[in-house]
């Protein structure tokens, strides 16, 4: 069976990591919950790559993110709420719905990866837009598939927006290039775009042909986790998310951890360039490379605050195969010709 949305009375405080004494309360707070029904698309969400934004994006997007940070935190809307969403569905703090057993709902390592990660995107990209009255809001993506794109981009940088954290590694500000395939040794490696593009190559193309490759394993009502993630949760969403957080705690806090990556706002670009490989692989062989049709994938579903701080239910995977944004970057060029690695 499908993975339902969770019963929210079970929300439980979790370890923030393997350690089960240092535990953090991520749940949000219980209303009624309504079944979503997405709205008639009026008009597109273009997303761009953020090393491109002008000023003026960035002046809105950082206000957009300042707002959300001074809601009462009460409100599910508020920042740090939002961020809690990452650590109520990874970090095991809901049981699976409908069951006897107590047994945790991650979305990890999973083909439920994709699906969840892009609802999350949704509502918060419509959260920012509300707050700031324009319906046309759309997030960036962090372009690391890009040589152009391959270091923090500027706008999350500066120590006094609303996009900064501090939480960051020392070693990989600006002009730091990304590490792909970061492990987390951290040293210096040479002609790192040429291997950036190897890695994208593995994940996007050779190496993720079939959809069981790409979106990761089966992941059903009862299952005690995901097993394997898909190539591209692998390399680069984990590597990314390692790679930026900072080496100077434990646990690698934000983005380095389940429980704090979503703190940092860096966080909603990487995902939205994670989203934008599913678009973009859909479009590499158009026979074989389709979103995955067993029902256990479609039915599963999951809950959602919305911009008007109503909490939704069936937000189901079936429905976030054609989201409502467009995007304008097509797959690079570079990507296309090069050999298997
Ligand atoms: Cu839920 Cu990038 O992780």
Not at 172 to 196: D, F
Not at 214 to 228: D, E, H, I
Not at 286 to 311: H, M, P
């Amino acid at each position: 069976a499908p993975i339902p949305p969770p019963d929210i009375s079970t929300c439980h405080d979790v370890p923030k990591s393997g350690d089960a004494h240092d535990k953090v309360n991520c749940c949000p707070p219980e209303p009624t919950i309504i079944d979503y029904v997405p709205p008639p698309v009026t008009c597109l969400r273009v997303r761009r790559p953020a090393h491109m934004a002008s000023c003026e994006y960035i002046a809105k997007y950082n206000k957009a993110t300042e707002l959300m940070k001074n809601l009462p935190l009460s409100d599910p809307r508020n920042f740090m709420q939002q961020a809690n969403v990452h650590c109520t569905y990874c970090d095991g703090a809901y049981y699976q719905a409908g069951l006897t057993e107590n047994i945790p709902l991650c979305v990890h390592n999973s083909w439920l990866f994709f699906p969840f990660h892009r609802w999350y995107l949704y509502f918060y990209e419509k959260i920012l837009g509300n707050l700031i009255g324009d319906p046309t809001f759309a997030l960036p993506f962090w372009n690391w598939d890009h040589p152009d794109g391959m270091q923090i981009p500027h706008m999350y940088t500066d120590n006094l927006s609303s996009l900064y954290d501090e939480l960051r590694s020392t070693a990989h500000q600006p002009p730091a290039t990304v590490n792909l395939s970061y492990g987390g040794g951290g040293e210096y490696r040479e002609r790192q775009v040429e291997e950036n593009l190897c890695v994208m190559h593995k994940n996007m193309v050779s190496g993720a042909k079939l959809p069981q490759l790409f979106f990761g394993s089966p992941y059903r009502l009862g299952n005690t986790g995901g097993t394997c993630a898909g190539t591209i949760e692998q390399h680069p969403h984990n590597s990314v998310h390692n790679w930026t957080g900072t080496e100077r705690t434990p646990l690698g806090e934000d983005m380095g951890i389940f429980y704090a990556a979503g703190r940092d706002p860096i966080f909603f670009a990487h995902h939205a360039n994670v989203d934008r490989m599913w678009s973009i692989w859909k479009t590499l062989d158009g026979r074989k490379r389709q979103d995955i049709k067993d029902r256990d994938f479609l039915d599963a579903g999951f809950l959602f605050y919305d911009e008007n701080a109503r909490l939704h239910k069936s937000a189901e995977v079936g429905k976030s195969s054609s989201p409502e944004v467009e995007l304008t970057t097509k797959l690079p060029i570079h990507l296309k010709g090069r050999k298997a690695v």
